[in-house]
């Protein structure tokens, strides 16, 4: 396994966290981007690879965030890299709907081989994990001739009009940009940690009263799709119990209803497997993915049966930058580096790091709840000693004591309780362990 980054795997603070130099840069932000743009951690990044980010003020940063799930091979990975730098120079833009071009058909075959299931599948290629989700929809109605769409609790798609009407959180991000998009139906999601009759249960009563509020409020012959992260991500890293996926996609095949799986942050080995879905052996018929598909540079995608996917009629689906030849270049160099450094099994072993020491330190601290994850998207809930009361204001203090030492990490969760890891996949052992040595620091000094 080697990360080949040119930047030296070593945490190295020069100045406090944020510098002086990143403070002076967050005050040109603050006077030039709206506020409503927020920040995590207030360091102006100059460089960034393997599992290390540095500053603008000379500091080095363990990297346990990938910028939400999204340079898994690293940042500038060097077979993304390459062929990046080989591809601006000949040409970087025709749009694929004027003249096409090899490399947007290249990825698209991969993600029909890659992606669960080995039906005749299609895919196309957008900007966003949004506007992947959001074309999914628009696929499940026309071919479907339906207009109704399920979602569930703590799910998060996204912040165009649909897909953030498909989000379930309100602050941030619904909060006064109503009135919604119609036809968005929420259902209980198997959440085993907070489900009332406890985690056995939950998968069952989860699938039963989905079915039921489906059959009595909406009716199923008028649903086009279910669409659900196969492991929630902003939500809080929510695992379905298990058992809850498949009722649902059995239900869904039972009534002629589209099974979109949303894989845009579980997507690409993040998991521990190329898919989250692989896991319970869920083969959906959409399937969106952005994320980790192209090591940062822009790009999504729609996978899905071909049938469903040929059902829309000539340029019913596209856009001006979709597929873009340096986004796609970048994501065959993502899936040449997955298979090449065995990234799968890689995300794996990170998790087999990270939940031994989360679990124990779990023992230690009764703040936190829960330990949960696969592969390499791992999190912990806190609440109220002894209660099941969410914590965000000792999370965030766990979170600034990272910061300051370092640590890049970040929260999700409904209620704001959970700190999430999701780490490069290339992230050297040592800066791993040294990572979660800051995590435990915080937490005994508090
Ligand atoms: C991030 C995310 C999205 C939205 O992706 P963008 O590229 O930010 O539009 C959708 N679904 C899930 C599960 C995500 O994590």
């Not at 199923?220 to 809850?244: C, L, W, Y």
């Not at 065959?332 to 580096?337: D, K, N, Q």
């Not at 490069?424 to 362990?433: A, G, K, R, S």
Request: glycine share 10%; proline share 6%.
């Amino acid at each position: 396994m080697t990360t080949h980054s040119r930047l030296p795997q070593e945490r190295h603070l020069a100045t406090e966290i944020p510098g002086p130099r990143s403070r002076e840069l967050l005050a040109r932000k603050q006077a030039a981007v709206p506020g409503g743009i927020g920040t995590t951690l207030p360091v102006f990044v100059t460089r960034a690879g393997g599992g290390i980010v540095q500053d603008a003020d000379g500091n080095s940063l363990i990297d346990f965030g990938s910028g939400i799930a999204v340079t898994s091979v690293g940042n500038a990975a060097p077979r993304v890299v390459e062929r990046v730098r080989r591809q601006v120079e000949e040409f970087t833009h025709t749009c694929f709907m004027v003249t096409p071009y090899e490399s947007y058909v290249q990825v698209c075959e991969k993600l029909n081989e890659l992606t669960p299931g080995d039906h005749e599948k299609r895919s196309f290629l957008v900007n966003s994990g949004a506007e992947a989700v959001e074309n999914a929809v628009k696929i499940a109605r026309h071919a479907t001739g339906r207009q109704a769409v399920v979602v569930f609790d703590h799910g998060y798609h996204g912040r165009t009009l649909l897909t953030m009407t498909l989000t379930a959180k309100n602050l941030p991000y619904k909060h006064r940009f109503g009135p919604f998009a119609p036809e968005v139906y929420r259902m209980p999601m198997a959440y085993p940690y907070r489900w009332p009759t406890g985690p056995e249960r939950c998968a069952e009563e989860a699938a039963a009263q989905t079915i039921d509020a489906i059959e009595k409020q909406i009716g199923a012959e008028n649903v086009a799709a279910v669409v659900i992260e196969p492991i929630q991500g902003e939500g809080g890293f929510i695992e379905p119990a298990r058992g809850f996926l498949p009722r649902i996609l059995e239900f869904c095949r039972a009534n002629g209803i589209v099974f979109i799986a949303d894989e845009v942050q579980t997507g690409f080995a993040r998991t521990g497997k190329m898919f989250a879905c692989e896991d319970e052996g869920i083969v959906p018929d959409l399937v969106c993915t952005a994320k980790g598909i192209a090591g940062g540079l822009p790009l999504a995608a729609v996978t899905g049966r071909a049938e469903l996917m040929d059902a829309v009629h000539v340029g019913g689906l596209g856009g001006t930058y979709g597929g873009n030849p340096l986004a796609c270049e970048a994501a065959l160099g993502v899936l040449e580096t997955i298979e090449a450094e065995r990234l799968v099994e890689r995300a794996e072993h990170i998790g087999s790091v990270m939940l031994p020491r989360l679990r124990a330190l779990a023992e230690r601290h009764d703040v936190i709840g829960d330990v949960r994850g696969r592969g390499a998207m791992i999190a912990i809930e806190l609440v109220e000693p002894g209660t099941k009361k969410p914590n965000p204001a000792v999370t965030a203090e766990v979170v600034r004591r990272c910061h300051a030492q370092g640590l890049v990490v970040l929260t999700a969760g409904t209620y704001g309780n959970v700190l999430r890891f999701l780490p490069p996949l290339v992230i050297p052992d040592h800066l791993l362990e040294e990572g979660l040595g800051i995590l435990e620091k915080a937490f005994s000094e508090i």
